[in-house]
T-cell receptor, first 111, second 112 residues
């Protein structure tokens, strides 16, 4: 059973607020990912990390930033949220078998 | 580059009907193939996987066979249930296993 956690599960905030979405995993995986999932269901990779102090932007341009100071922790930050950031955000990690494990997601609504 | 193409939805079936969701892929090497399922309000869960040609992945009555000659990994279930209603994603991973490439997802609704 995979252990990957995201908090909060739901967040409703006003425009201009700074927010951080938390993601943590207890499996010791080096590779971690953030996806944005639009209402049409398609997943878009926005950030990834292959280890501590390693972060890269994904296929979809995003105004968010990430950090990887500890192996188990991969938070995503929006400095100034806007309605266009309303979406579901999914965190994931990959183990040695190549299987990707997902957290339950954070549904963000920006008013 | 790698790509995954899966059957567009939504798919609506009656309970106990046979399910097929088509998935084809393009990859430069010999990828591993996956099916993930996403229930409403949740993240994705691994449903099944196959790591080499002719392997059959199976779980919860779902099956998919890795067909290298047709570059396909179609998902099948002989008799669907209402509880199978979800979004299904096909995905591939190259041997380096650095990232997964996902299809666009297929929404399945099973009616009682």
């Amino acid at each position: 059973e995979a252990d990957i956690y995201q908090t909060p599960r739901y967040l409703v905030i006003g425009t201009g607020k700074k927010i951080t979405l938390e993601c943590s995993q207890t499996m010791g995986h080096d590779k971690m990912y953030w996806y944005q999932q639009d209402p049409g269901m398609e997943l878009h990779l926005i950030h990834y990390s292959y280890g501590v102090n390693s972060t890269e932007k994904g296929d979809l341009s995003s105004e968010s930033t990430v950090s990887r100071i500890r192996t188990e922790h991969f938070p995503l930050t929006l400095e100034s949220a806007r309605p266009s950031h309303t979406s579901q955000y999914l965190c994931a990690s990959i183990g040695g078998s190549g299987t990707q494990y997902f957290g339950p997601g954070t549904r963000l609504t920006v008013l | 580059g790698n790509s995954v193409t899966q059957m567009e939805g939504p798919v609506t079936l009656s309970e106990e009907a046979f399910l097929t969701i088509n998935c084809t892929y393009t990859a430069t090497g010999y990828p591993s193939l996956f099916w993930y399922v996403q229930y409403p309000g949740e993240g994705l869960q691994l449903l099944l996987k196959a790591t080499k040609a002719d392997d059959k992945g199976s779980n919860k009555g779902f099956e998919a066979t890795y067909r290298k000659e047709t570059t396909s990994f179609h998902l099948e279930k002989g008799s669907v249930q209402v509880s199978d209603s979800a979004v299904y994603f096909c995905a591939l991973s190259e041997r380096s296993a650095r990232q997964l490439t996902f299809g666009s997802g297929t929404q399945l609704t099973v009616l009682p």
